[in-house]
């Protein structure tokens, strides 16, 4: 029996569904991502982004802006974006370049609009355990784990990473579900310290094979949220071939966790159209 949770089977019956909604709207639903520079990473996700929008029926706006571009310009195009009846969502993709505000830039967008759930209203929605929009990767590791039955009430999960789209937002919703956190990331001193005990590890903090295979113990299920570009090819945390051999349950480094995330942005677009109505 294969101990691979794919994100690419999930994420299709997931996009049927969506497909289906979107034939059955008189108005078609869009979404508007906003891009600041040039980031290879980005690009690439923001592609998947598109093309799945273009799959179910999503209309797609792409907003491209040069890193010289000034912030004023872009928190007008956002503006413009909050009062345009036909755009559902809204999405700014991070990385953000240093030497824009991040925090305005994300809190221009109005909440209903929220795609990433990063306002501070939306963040602090979930901190509190109100109803919020939740970041899509997020979104994404918890219907992987719900989908291959994994226990969250009363394990020890280990997050290694602390940034805003995972690994923070993840902390509440794991603590939500019962689960035993301890958050990891760059300064910590002794990670396999923290990850050889535990349960479940899941790892998004863009590190190549940061997690190996003596940092896990037998039957934990790892879950590799991590993206790094070496030799122009995207690679993950975890060393799949090595550490899938002591895993009970493992995503591999493509095709399980990245699939998702684009699936519960499609989901979160729907979200949006839906709570305007």
């Known amino acids: 029996m294969s101990n691979i949770m794919s994100g690419k089977e999930l994420s299709i019956q997931i996009e049927e569904e969506i497909k289906g909604f979107a034939k059955g709207c008189i108005i078609r639903p869009s979404v508007a991502v906003i891009n600041i520079g040039n980031d290879p990473i980005s690009e690439k996700f923001i592609k998947a982004k598109e093309d799945a929008c273009n799959r179910v029926g999503i209309y797609f706006r792409y907003h491209q802006f040069e890193e010289d571009t000034p ?17 559902n969502g809204i999405m700014i993709n991070l990385p ?53 039955d994994v226990e969250l009430e ?20 794991l603590l939500n579900e019962g689960a035993t956190v301890t958050v990891c990331h760059s300064r910590t001193e002794d990670l396999k310290k923290h990850t050889t ?14 997690i190996t295979a003596d940092m896990i113990k037998e039957g934990a299920v790892v879950i590799d949220a991590g993206c790094s570009i070496e030799d122009d090819k ?32 499609l989901k979160n677009i729907i979200l949006c159209y839906n709570n305007k109505k």
Do not use: H, Q, W
């Open 197 to 210: 005990n535990a349960d479940i590890v899941i790892s998004a903090i863009g590190i190549k094979n940061i």
């Open 96 to 148: 953000i370049p240093e030497k824009y505000n991040e925090k305005r830039l994300l809190n221009t967008v109005i909440n209903s609009k929220d795609i990433d759930g990063l306002t501070d209203i939306n963040i602090g929605r979930l901190i509190s355990g109100r109803k919020s929009i939740t970041p899509c990767t997020v979104l994404g590791i918890m219907e992987l784990l719900k989908n291959y």
């Open 71 to 87: 912030e004023l310009t872009i928190i007008n195009k956002i503006k413009e974006l909050n009062n345009d009846d036909y755009v």
């Open 154 to 173: 009363g394990k020890d999960v280990v997050i290694v990473g602390k940034g805003k789209l995972v690994g923070r937002p993840l902390i509440n919703v």
């Open 234 to 265: 995207l690679c993950g945390d975890v060393d799949f071939t090595k550490v899938s051999k002591k895993a009970s349950l493992i995503t591999p480094s493509t095709g399980g966790v990245g699939p998702m995330t684009v699936a519960m942005f």
